[in-house]
């Protein structure tokens, strides 16, 4: 299945999406974690806490917010291949980080969240057939497609993935 069209997503997920240029949307997503997993447990509790100007969030907090946000897509693509037609909210990221408190947590234990998590909504999307992948639902005011979710999920982490990289190469 390609890639989502324009009209599958909100604007403000160009930047996820394009960052994927796989034409099916499970090598994209199974790609993170041959990539991103092994990378992240290169990482030390210590450097897990640093803040690094200018950004305001340590890489705990990152990778917070990585399983969030993976959690909160993996959320509305199953209500919408479902058929659910309930618009979902939008959720406010900076709110869920300042309560989640990550950087109590151990850094190996957040790694392997993240990839726990990601090998889950892989099999989920592994589950949805061809006609799932196109249902469309709200969510965050803007209509959104179940493809166009798994795409914006791979984008995401690739996004962080690449901040974090310049983060720690400057470091």
Same mark, same amino acid.
């Given at each position: 299945?390609?890639?989502?069209?324009?009209?599958?997503?909100?604007?403000?997920?160009?930047?996820?999406?394009?960052?994927?240029?796989?034409?099916?949307?499970?090598?994209?997503?199974?790609?993170?974690?041959?990539?991103?997993?092994?990378?992240?447990?290169?990482?030390?509790?210590?450097?897990?806490?640093?803040?690094?100007?200018?950004?305001?969030?340590?890489?705990?907090?990152? #990778?917070?917010?990585? *399983?969030?946000?993976?959690?909160?897509?993996?959320? +509305? %693509? @199953?209500?919408?291949?479902?058929?659910?037609?309930?618009?979902?909210?939008?959720?406010?990221?900076?709110?869920?980080?300042?309560?989640?408190?990550?950087?109590?947590?151990?850094?190996?234990?957040?790694?392997?969240?993240?990839?726990?998590?990601?090998?889950?909504?892989?099999?989920?999307?592994?589950?949805?057939?061809?006609?799932?992948? #196109?249902?469309?639902? *709200?969510?965050?005011?803007?209509?959104?497609?179940? +493809? %166009? @979710?798994?795409?914006?999920?791979?984008?995401?982490?690739?996004?962080?993935?690449?901040?974090?990289?310049?983060?720690?190469?400057?470091?």
């Amino acid at each position: 299945m390609p890639k989502p069209q324009k009209s599958e997503y909100g604007r403000f997920y160009d930047t996820y999406i394009d960052l994927v240029n796989e034409e099916d949307v499970l090598p994209a997503l199974e790609k993170g974690p041959a990539e991103t997993i092994p990378f992240l447990r290169t990482v030390s509790e210590a450097v897990s806490k640093i803040v690094h100007p200018p950004y305001t969030w340590n890489l705990k907090q990152v #990778l917070g917010h990585m *399983i969030d946000t993976e959690r909160v897509f993996a959320f +509305r %693509a @199953l209500c919408f291949a479902r058929g659910d037609q309930n618009s979902l909210p939008g959720f406010d990221e900076n709110a869920y980080a300042l309560v989640a408190e990550y950087d109590s947590r151990n850094w190996q234990d957040l790694v392997e969240e993240f990839d726990l998590t990601r090998r889950s909504n892989i099999l989920m999307f592994r589950g949805f057939k061809a006609g799932d992948l #196109l249902r469309v639902g *709200i969510a965050s005011n803007n209509s959104v497609s179940v +493809r %166009a @979710l798994g795409y914006m999920m791979a984008g995401h982490e690739r996004h962080h993935l690449g901040i974090l990289r310049k983060r720690l190469q400057s470091a």
